[in-house]
């Protein structure tokens, strides 16, 4: 067999398991964040815009 080469008979005998236990998974609550977060911007719309436009220019150089 070359790479990438399978043997096709192989393809039917697979067998997965899907038999999944509770401690399988992740508790995404675990890490829930209940609290505020306040950003407090310095910079105007434009030079928002302008700082923007510099980081895509210098993406594309």
Not at 1 to 5: K, L
Not at 33 to 40: A, N, P, Q, R, V
């Given at each position: 067999?070359?790479?990438?080469?399978y043997d096709e008979s192989e393809q039917d005998n697979q067998e997965y398991d899907t038999d999944f236990e509770d401690e399988d998974g992740l508790d995404a609550e675990e890490n829930a964040?209940?609290?505020?977060?306040?950003?407090?911007f310095t910079?105007?719309?434009d030079e928002l815009l302008d700082r923007l436009e510099d980081i895509k220019n210098n993406q594309n150089t």
């Open positions: 067999m070359g790479f990438g080469s964040h209940e609290g505020d977060i306040e950003y407090e910079a105007s719309n």
